[in-house]
Nanobody, 113 residues
């Protein structure tokens, strides 16, 4: 299993970023996929999940209405569109399938003036 996150960066409050996670080594379309984040000094937090067939996603309350998770089962890629970013969104973001303990290297998102 390989997970490669990308798309992070430095953005001002109110800005947007779109994260991507390219997956390989497993049947991507069979599994729910999630985005997690770990902010400095905090536990890793589940941010969003999308079903294997792209069914209704779920979000942590703090990102509802601002973040959108999506997937492309042809490209074996899951995305996280992040709008109206806030400083408290600063974290390393990771994607994960809903099996095993597989993690990528993550991508850093920093929201700062």
């Amino acid at each position: 299993v390989r997970l490669v996150e990308s798309g992070g960066g430095l953005v001002q409050p109110g800005g947007s970023l779109k994260l991507s996670c390219a997956a390989s080594g497993f049947r991507f379309s069979w599994y729910d996929m999630s985005w997690y984040r770990r902010a400095p000094g905090k536990e890793r937090e589940l941010v969003a999940t999308i079903g294997s067939a792209g069914g209704p996603p779920t979000y942590v309350d703090s990102v509802k209405g601002r973040f959108t998770i999506s997937r492309d089962n042809v490209k074996d890629t899951v995305y996280l569109q992040m709008n109206s970013l806030r400083p408290e969104d600063t974290a390393v973001y990771y994607c994960k399938p809903n099996f095993g303990h597989y993690w990528g290297q993550g991508t850093q998102v920093t929201v700062s003036p």
